[in-house]
């Protein structure tokens, strides 16, 4: 009984894996997967790099395939089995099993079976852990579907929040958003597979988490408190380049007041003391019509820009949250003006040059269709320039013309602009402000009117005061000349 025993049970397992197509295949697929993914942990271990898509394979494809196969062995033992009955086969086969622990032949089966069930688990443990940290990494969202994701990923990177993690904003913590950004994710990779998605991609990304579980895990609102300068610098469009126009405002970033508890300034909007929700006219989000503040109290204040096109009825009330201000905290385009003076005031293109500053900027935003195209007509349009109309010029700062056509299309350019994806200059203006959209300037127009008469403020020095020659020295001293805008 003993050896009959022992032969069934690793007859039946023998069988089923190697008498049917499917285990044998099933056998290969989970053993080449757990070496390919064990061979993976190992070159990781060691350091080696293999890029974006290693991730994908190591931590996506191999463990299905892993799992596939493992699924397939019990399957493919099943339909032996079957099959054996259908054929009234012999009776080993349709015998029930009979597990055994008294005999050693039956322990040292299942202490083998065990042996390997546990080995799969961890290698499906590491991995899924592994998988998990992968598909939530800055690697995985911002180089994986490289060409989309361009845009974004490299705007990040220059932003301060490039050691950010993409998911701190875009997912947050908790279960139900992270099984929302796994099944939007899948829909994701599906749209860019079959090239089935928006060109630009449009905003304001309608379903982005509120700020209240993504920013504010990092930044306090009742930590916000005083004013700040800031310093903007221009290059002037005639005269020397080199002499740029300054501004500098005090900005009344506000928040909670230590005396008083009260709330006051930019941050006011976002205190827990009141509530500031809005409805637009449009699905940008600039057409603001409608404006209702509640305070502590719970009394309530509607402002309304009479003349603005009707709310669509379904419109929501949407609470003002750190991005309808903060839209772009990470994903930073320049506009051109300012993305070309900054490089005239950081020296790398010469402020020698006569008329430099038009001269990049009509270069740098020309319609062009291509990247590839851009690279020459910059190129072109800076030298041809020069060679036309200070020929005398040409020969002798020819390096340095090379070099300002160079700049205008790697710094200024291309960081910016990507015409595959229809993204232009100011195609992703930010409200900060009210120098690139209206901004502020959506509410604060001194037009959207309460029933008491009262009116959303455009007071210049609500927000700010702009400082002046002597205000600036007092305020920032030597260091305005080190100040980068
Ligand atoms: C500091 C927070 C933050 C981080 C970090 C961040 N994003 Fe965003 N992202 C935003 C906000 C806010 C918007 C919404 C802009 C809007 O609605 O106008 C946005 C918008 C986007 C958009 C829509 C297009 C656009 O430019 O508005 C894409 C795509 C995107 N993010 C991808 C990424 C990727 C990929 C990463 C990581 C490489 C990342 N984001 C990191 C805050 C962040
Ligand atoms: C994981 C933490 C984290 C999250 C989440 C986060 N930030 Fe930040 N943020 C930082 C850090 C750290 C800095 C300071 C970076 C520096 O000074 O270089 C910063 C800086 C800033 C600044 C100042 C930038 C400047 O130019 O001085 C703003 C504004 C800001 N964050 C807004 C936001 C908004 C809006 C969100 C949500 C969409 C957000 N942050 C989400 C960590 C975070
Ligand atoms: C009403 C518009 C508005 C809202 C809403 C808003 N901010 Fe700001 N925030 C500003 C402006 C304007 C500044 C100053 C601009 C600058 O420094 O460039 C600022 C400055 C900041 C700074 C830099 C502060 C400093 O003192 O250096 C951080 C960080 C910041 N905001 C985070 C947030 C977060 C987080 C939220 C949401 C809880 C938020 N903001 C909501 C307009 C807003
Ligand atoms: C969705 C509409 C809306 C937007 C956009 C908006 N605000 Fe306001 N803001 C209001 C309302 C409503 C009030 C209260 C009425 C008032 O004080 O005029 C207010 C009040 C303020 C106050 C006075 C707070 C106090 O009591 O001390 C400041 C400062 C301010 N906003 C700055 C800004 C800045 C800066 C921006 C742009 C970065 C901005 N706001 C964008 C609606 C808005
Ligand atoms: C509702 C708030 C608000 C009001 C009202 C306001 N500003 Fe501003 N302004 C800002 C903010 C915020 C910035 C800083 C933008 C940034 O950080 O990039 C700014 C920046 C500026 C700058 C320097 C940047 C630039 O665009 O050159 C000037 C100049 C300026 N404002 C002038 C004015 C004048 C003049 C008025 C009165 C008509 C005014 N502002 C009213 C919020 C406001």
């Known amino acids: 009984m003993t050896a009959q025993n022992r032969a069934s049970l690793w007859r039946l397992l023998a069988r089923g894996m190697w008498s049917s197509r499917l285990g044998v295949f099933g056998v290969v697929t989970t053993t080449l997967s757990a070496g390919l993914i064990l061979a993976a942990f190992a ?14 394979v190591t931590y996506l494809l191999l463990p299905a395939l892993f799992v596939f196969g493992l699924v397939l062995i019990p399957i493919g033992s099943y339909l032996v089995r079957a099959e054996s009955l259908r ?54 969202c911002g180089t ?26 875009h ?23 079959t090239g089935d998605f928006s ?23 009742e930590a916000f408190h005083g004013n700040r300068p800031k310093v903007f610098r221009e290059v002037a469009a005639e005269g020397d380049p080199k002499d740029a126009l300054v501004t500098a405002v005090m900005l009344h970033v506000g928040g909670r007041e230590a005396a008083t508890g009260r709330y006051s300034g930019i941050h006011w909007h976002v205190s827990q003391q009141n509530l500031v929700e809005y409805r637009a006219s449009d699905d940008k989000r600039l057409q603001i019509r409608e404006v209702r503040v509640t305070d502590a109290a719970g009394k309530s204040t509607l402002f309304v820009k009479a003349d603005m096109p009707p709310v669509p009825a379904d419109a929501p009330w949407r609470t003002m949250d750190c991005v309808d201000c903060h839209n772009r905290p990470s994903h930073v385009y320049e506009s051109p003006e300012a993305a070309v003076d900054r490089r005239i005031l950081d020296g790398r293109i010469d402020a020698a040059l006569p008329g430099v500053r038009d001269v990049v900027l009509q270069a740098t935003t020309a319609v062009y269709a291509s990247r590839d195209e851009a690279k020459q007509g910059i190129r072109e349009a800076i030298l041809g320039h020069y060679r036309r109309v200070h020929p005398e010029l040409f020969a002798e700062k ?88």
């Open 43 to 56: 070159t990781e271990l060691i350091g080696v790099d293999a890029g974006p898509y290693q991730g994908l």
């Open 398 to 485: 020819r390096l340095s013309l090379i070099a300002a056509a160079d700049v205008a299309y790697q710094d200024i350019y291309a960081p910016n602009v990507y015409p595959a994806l229809g993204i232009g200059w100011n195609t992703y203006p930010s409200h900060l402000g009210h120098a690139n959209d209206k901004g502020c300037f959506r509410c604060h127009d001194d037009e959207h009117a309460a029933p008491s008469g009262e009116k959303i403020r455009q007071d210049c020095d609500l927000c700010h005061n702009i400082l002046t020659e002597d205000e600036r020295e007092s305020a920032l001293g030597d260091d305005l000349k080190n100040v980068l805008f």
């Open 144 to 169: 994986l579907c490289h060409s989309v994701m361009e845009p974004e990923y490299t705007a990040y990177q220059r932003s301060p929040h490039a050691r950010v993690a993409c998911v701190e904003c």
């Open 87 to 140: 054929r009234g086969e012999s009776a080993d086969a349709i015998k029930p099993i009979i597990v055994d622990l008294s005999q050693p032949s039956h322990r040292r089966f299942w202490g083998v079976v065990m042996l390997l069930s546990v080995i799969n688990i961890a290698i499906l443990f590491a991995v899924s852990y592994k998988g998990y940290h992968y598909t939530e990494s800055t690697a995985f």
């Open 199 to 221: 060109r630009p991609i449009p905003t304001p990304v309608a379903d982005l988490r509120p700020a209240r579980d993504t920013c504010e895990q990092c930044h306090w609102p």
């Open 171 to 193: 997912i947050g913590p908790g279960a139900p958003w992270f099984v929302k950004s796994k099944l939007s994710g899948l829909r994701q990779v599906w749209a860019v597979t």
